[in-house]
């Protein structure tokens, strides 16, 4: 347990550093220096490239994650594992050749008027859905050989830190708009090379078969697990990825900028759960092994409370400051303002469901999971075209909060139904009250100049909601915690 433990620590590290930094050059850089347009390139570059390098993965990530036991075995290079793995890449990146090929014509010819910097760019998606796919793999293959903060580092920091160099670089004038977006690309497609280079030198990089290894059950197995892994793993993908892409399709790269921008605050909600749920995540996996429902019991609980009192803390600060952040983005952002309270909302219900997809993951009914993002699709797709001509960008972001809601309601239901599993009580009322009191409250302050507004919204919101989970008994750990800072 130390080395699950330490290596969640690390990785919350690069995780919040990445944070920082992304902070200032969404919040700041992005919207002061360069245009929606461009911010909208960057967005959508990065949502096809991860669709169609999650499609060229083949479900070999699946296999990975759930296979490499099979095959570990370090004095004999694994049993040839790479070699199997090779196999999918090569044909999966072969497929989504000829698939461009096909369809960009169509891609470059439907956006040449109102996402013409998108119609110039496309080309990037070659190199940047390949690079995306050796990343996805590598670190996964990188984690099953115990080392999970490497890749955190690269894909929270590094990436983080090189577009923001990249950014300073075209500010003062040393890189033009094209090299920025040249730059763009490199930062993003040299995770998969930094990657590949740290298996080199920990000598983990060996392509020679060993088809004797590979016996018709374990072939059968390979091909099952890849299946699931494929549809799977692409559909959560498409959930949460197409709204983008349909928003230029039907709108332009402008309005995609703008609610990328007003995404991120959005998200901002659930970075705190990613570190949480990996350690929740291996201590379910050791539940489910020893058959102990009990223990499961007590993780999902706390996974919910102390999620929802977190999450619920970040969401009031970001919407208590909304006309701040509005203030900070400015004018051309004015839209983003419910895009930013229905993407919070979203992960916020999110969290509050808590550890509900390792509950399910980890046990014997993982594929269900696969009939709920193929349901997902229907209905976010469904409702991205029918809201999206109403609302504009405001009804992208309902469309993703209510598949959130949805997906989070689906894995709630199937786990009280088959489990008995139910977390909720009226500690979660009380947390919502509380909130609700709060926001109120600062309705009544007056709106100062938004650096001292953001000072003292952000003061009554710490102070309050610290002095009440300090003393009410909602959650034991982040009492514990609490103390543990006073005696500091």
């Known amino acids: 347990m130390g080395i699950?433990?330490?290596?969640?620590?690390?990785?919350?590290?690069?995780?919040?550093?990445?944070?920082?930094?992304?902070?200032?050059?969404?919040?700041?850089?992005?919207?002061?220096?360069?245009?929606?347009?461009?911010?909208?390139?960057?967005s959508l570059l990065v949502a096809y490239a991860t669709l169609f390098g999650q499609f060229s993965l083949l479900g070999v990530h699946g296999v990975t994650s759930r296979m490499?036991?099979?095959?570990?075995?370090?004095?004999?290079?694994?049993?040839?594992?790479?070699?199997i793995t090779l196999l999918f890449l090569a044909v999966?990146?072969?497929?989504?050749?000829?698939?461009?090929?096909?369809?960009?014509?169509?891609?470059?010819?439907?956006?040449?008027?109102?996402?013409?910097?998108?119609a110039d760019?496309?080309?990037?998606?070659?190199?940047?859905?390949?690079?995306?796919?050796?990343?996805?793999?590598?670190?996964?293959?990188?984690?099953?050989?115990?080392?999970?903060v490497f890749g955190t580092f690269l894909q929270e920091f590094f990436q983080r830190f090189g577009i923001l160099v990249a950014m300073l670089l075209y500010i003062f004038e040393v890189f033009n708009i094209h090299q920025l977006i040249i730059a763009f690309a490199i930062v993003i497609s040299s995770k998969g090379i930094i990657i590949l280079i740290?298996?080199?030198?920990?000598?983990?990089?060996?392509?020679?078969?060993?088809?004797?290894?590979?016996?018709?059950?374990?072939?059968?197995?390979?091909?099952?697990?890849?299946?699931?892994?494929?549809?799977?793993?692409?559909?959560?993908?498409?959930?949460?990825?197409?709204?983008?892409?349909?928003?230029?399709?039907?709108l332009d790269l402008s309005n995609t900028g703008v609610y990328t921008i007003a995404f991120y605050f959005g998200t901002l909600v659930i970075i705190p759960s990613r570190p949480l749920l990996k350690i929740?995540?291996?201590?379910?996996?050791?539940?489910?092994?020893?058959?102990?429902?009990?223990?499961?019991?007590?993780?999902?609980?706390?996974s919910c409370i102390n999620q929802f009192i977190i999450g619920g803390f970040l969401f009031l600060g970001i919407w208590a400051n909304i006309e701040n952040i509005l203030t900070i983005l400015g004018p051309a952002y004015e839209q983003?303002?419910?895009?930013?309270?229905?993407?919070?909302?979203?992960?916020?219900?999110d969290m509050m469901t808590g550890a509900n997809a390792q509950v399910i993951a980890f046990s014997k009914y993982y594929k269900v999971s696969l009939y709920f993002i193929l349901s997902l699709i229907v209905v976010v797709v469904a409702l991205l075209y029918f809201l999206i001509p109403i609302w504009g960008i405001t009804g992208a972001a309902i469309a993703?909060?209510?598949?959130?809601?949805?997906?989070?309601?689906?894995?709630?239901?199937?786990l009280f139904h088959r489990f008995g599993l139910q977390p909720f009580n009226y500690k979660f009322v009380a947390v919502i009250v509380f909130n609700t009191g709060i926001y109120l409250l600062l309705q009544l302050i007056p709106q100062q100049q938004f650096i001292l507004d953001i000072f003292i919204r952000g003061t009554i919101i710490t102070i309050l909601t610290a002095i009440v989970v300090y003393k009410a008994p909602i959650s034991e750990e982040i009492q514990k915690a609490l103390q543990q800072i006073v005696k500091i």
């Open 121 to 148: 760019y496309i080309f990037l998606l070659l190199p940047l859905t390949f690079f995306t796919m050796i990343f996805a793999f590598f670190d996964t293959y990188n984690k099953v050989l115990y080392d999970a």
């Open 4 to 42: 699950i433990i330490r290596q969640s620590i690390k990785g919350s590290i690069w995780s919040y550093l990445g944070v920082l930094i992304g902070f200032v050059t969404t919040s700041y850089l992005y919207p002061n220096y360069i245009s929606t347009d461009t911010v909208g390139l960057f």
């Open 198 to 250: 740290h298996l080199f030198l920990k000598d983990e990089l060996h392509f020679k078969p060993n088809l004797k290894f590979i016996t018709k059950e374990l072939r059968t197995e390979i091909i099952s697990v890849a299946s699931f892994s494929v549809l799977g793993g692409l559909g959560s993908m498409i959930v949460f990825n197409i709204d983008k892409i349909v928003i230029n399709q039907m």
């Open 68 to 83: 490499f036991p099979h095959f570990r075995d370090k004095n004999k290079n694994h049993q040839g594992f790479l070699f």
């Open 92 to 118: 999966g990146f072969s497929i989504f050749i000829l698939a461009y090929l096909f369809f960009s014509p169509y891609l470059i010819e439907s956006n040449t008027d109102k996402s013409k910097l998108f």
């Open 336 to 349: 983003s303002r419910w895009v930013i309270f229905f993407i919070g909302l979203g992960y916020l219900f």
């Open 280 to 302: 929740a995540g291996t201590l379910i996996a050791d539940a489910w092994r020893n058959d102990d429902l009990l223990k499961i019991k007590e993780i999902y609980y706390k």
């Open 400 to 414: 993703i909060a209510v598949a959130l809601f949805l997906n989070n309601l689906m894995r709630f239901l199937f």
